[in-house]
């Protein structure tokens, strides 16, 4: 009787040797968790947009301004979640051209960590601390 194949959990993944760093199964670990987290957004977005879509009158001057408050803020988490989609979709295409897990400055691997705490990173931990130096300085 053949095995079903399980997804890969986290614990699996970081028991893996170096040796298998961006393997079949860890690429598909990762396109996995992009694809939920942009299906997820893309979601939320189509929430929002639904919500917005209302026109709810309010007599009261403080109800209306509440509203309007609460849609301004969700407007912004939008805004941020427009940004991770567009490094989401960078991360997917890295996937599909074999440079994912890889640190676009340095080509070093970002390592697994890293990438289970933030899958669009692009780079290693030492070549973002030089790029938000570098951020400051000219802010």
């Known amino acids: 009787m053949p095995t079903s194949s399980k ?13 298998a760093y961006m393997n079949t199964a860890q690429l598909e670990f990762f396109r996995a968790r992009l694809e939920t987290l942009r299906d997820e957004m893309l979601s939320n977005a189509a929430d929002t947009s639904e919500t917005l879509k209302e026109n709810e009158n309010f007599a009261d001057p403080n109800d209306r301004a509440t509203v309007e408050e609460e849609h301004m803020l969700e407007q912004r988490v939008r805004d941020r979640e427009r940004k991770l989609l567009k490094k989401i979709h960078a991360a997917l295409t890295r996937i ?3 440079e994912f897990g890889y640190c676009l400055e340095t080509g070093d691997p970002i390592g697994l960590p890293r990438l289970l705490a933030r899958p ?3 780079y290693s931990i030492e070549a973002q601390e030089r790029h938000e130096k570098k ?5």
């Open 7 to 19: 997804p890969l959990t986290e614990a699996a993944l970081l028991k893996m040797p170096a040796s």
């Open 96 to 98: 599909d051209s074999g």
């Open 120 to 122: 669009t990173a692009e």
């Open 135 to 139: 951020e400051r300085l000219h802010a």
